[in-house]
Structure formats: C-alpha cells, structure tokens
C-alpha cells in the first residue's frame, strides 16, 4: 500500500521564506527515507510538504515533520494521511 502524509503550516506574516527553508530542512533529515518527497509553496505565506511511503496500513508508524517553532506559524500544522486508490 502507498500511504501519503500531508503537513501543512502557515507562516506569520513575512516569514514564508523561513517556513519554506525550515519545512525543506525537515523533510530531507526525516528518520527514513520516503519513496518520494514533494515541498510547496502557497499565498499567504502557507507551506506544504508530501511524503509517499510504502506502508502495511494507513495508520502505519511513519516518519513525519514536527511541529516549527510557535512562534514561526499562526496555528498548528494541520496533517493528514491519504492512501493511494489507483
């Protein structure tokens, strides 16, 4: 099964760069290393990274980005798993 983890943050005003560079820092130092790894960028300063991994079930214990400093983000990082259907 393919399980992908989503995170997503939205960096205080001004500080999207740092978020950004924070987030791609995190994701390439992660415990293991993912089948595949995507970081984006958004409006209002908003950051998203993908992982793809190979997994026995979606609630699997995988590797995933903590929490950035509070006082870098508005709010907490919102996650989601998703497993692959086709």
Wanted: zero cysteines; a negative charge.
């Amino acid at each position: 099964m393919r399980v992908t983890l989503m995170w997503e943050a939205r960096a205080v005003q001004g500080r999207g760069p740092e978020l950004l560079e924070w987030a791609r820092a995190g994701a390439r130092v992660l415990a293991r290393e993912p089948v595949r790894r995507e970081v984006f960028r958004a409006p209002q300063d908003r950051v998203l990274v993908l992982t793809w991994w190979d997994a026995d079930a979606l609630d699997a214990e995988l590797p995933e980005l903590p929490e950035p400093d509070a006082a870098l983000i508005t709010r907490p990082v919102h996650r989601w798993r998703f497993e692959s259907v086709e």
